[in-house]
């Protein structure tokens, strides 16, 4: 009975020893946007691959407010990582714009993802072909403080234009849309992922104008604001836009706190830059991400774990 009981407190013990030695398991945030937008499905589908391709690894995608509010998340601690617009990050971290006066500390960057477009789109009836034939319409330029009122002025000012050059409307993209179909604007800022259905409903009720953004003017904006890289929207994506049509896109990008270690941030970017057959799997947008293209429109620096892996690569110094 005595060596019974002797064996039993051993295996107790033993298995007390083990249990001490695992390793914790690491429950982490990533901070997203709204249920029916883009950002919450494509989080739970980085957080996924995190999930099941590093050991101990718990990652949990939370809907929010979207990029204003999740890199607020990030420099409280209150989230650990965030999808968020490249040109919201960068007013974060060097308080401008709409955080003048709030730079926020402790926000880097893993790297960008896929592109959103502003899309420059114009009633057939307005006449408009150029950014130069804005002037003196009404245009609408997203909601008041969004991310969209600032591409429409940094665009306007690479064409020497302001605000008081135009009539200017704050309005959702919906409410865009529908000034244009019942002519009450002449034209909109838009900036979403390629095609937007607003302007796709646009497009086959009254037909629309594609704006370019080119030539030294793009050049200007680009070299100001490094956030912004230059892209094009096919032909087709619109009804009747058959034509390739030059444009700016900002780009999707995972924040990261900076008091995160370097090991485990890097883990988590070797992960998802090596799995993206699976992402574009679980999510559309995974097939227009890869590593080449996540070192581009970057301005906040990287978080030390993820330049290790890009130098790795070759894709940074």
């Not at 003017?217 to 030059?246: L, R």
């Not at 270690?261 to 559309?284: C, I, P």
């Not at 947008?285 to 690569?313: C, D, N, Q, R, W």
Request: some cysteine; overall charge negative; hydrophobic content about 40%.
């Amino acid at each position: 009975m005595k060596k019974s009981l002797t064996a039993v407190l051993s295996l107790i013990a033993a298995a007390a020893v083990l249990t001490g030695c695992a390793p914790a398991k690491k429950n982490y945030i990533i901070a997203t946007g709204g249920t029916s937008g883009t950002y919450y499905p494509f989080g739970g589908a980085v957080a996924n691959i995190w999930n099941t391709k590093i050991e101990n690894m718990n990652v949990t995608a939370q809907a929010t407010g979207a990029s204003a509010e999740n890199l607020r998340l990030i420099s409280k601690g209150d989230a650990e990582y965030a999808i968020v617009q490249n040109d919201v990050m960068d007013y974060a971290y060097n308080g401008t714009d709409m955080f003048e006066g709030q730079k926020l500390p402790n926000i880097l960057t893993i790297g960008t993802l896929y592109p959103e477009v502003v899309q420059i789109a114009a009633s057939k009836k307005s006449g408009i072909k150029t950014i130069a034939d804005l002037k003196g319409k009404r245009v609408s330029i997203g909601d008041a403080g969004s991310g969209v009122e600032f591409n429409a002025k940094q665009i306007l000012e690479g064409y020497g234009l302001t605000f008081d050059d135009i009539v200017k409307n704050n309005l959702s993209f919906k409410e865009s849309a529908e000034g244009l179909q019942n002519n009450t604007l002449d034209a909109c800022f838009i900036t979403a992922g390629v095609p937007n259905s607003a302007l796709q409903e646009l497009a086959f009720t009254n037909g629309l104008v594609l704006i370019p953004v080119d030539g030294e003017a793009a050049e200007k904006i680009c070299k100001k604001y490094s956030f912004y890289t230059k892209t094009i929207i096919p032909g087709g994506t619109y009804k009747g836009s058959e034509e390739d049509v030059a444009a700016l896109a900002i780009k999707a990008t995972i924040a990261v706190n900076a008091n995160l270690d370097e090991a485990t941030v890097y883990a988590m970017t070797k992960a998802l830059f090596e799995n993206l057959d699976e992402l574009s799997q679980a999510h559309a947008k995974g097939k227009e991400v890869s590593a080449a293209a996540a070192v581009t429109g970057i301005s906040v620096p990287f978080h030390a774990g993820a330049l290790k892996y890009f130098k790795e690569l070759g894709l940074a110094q």
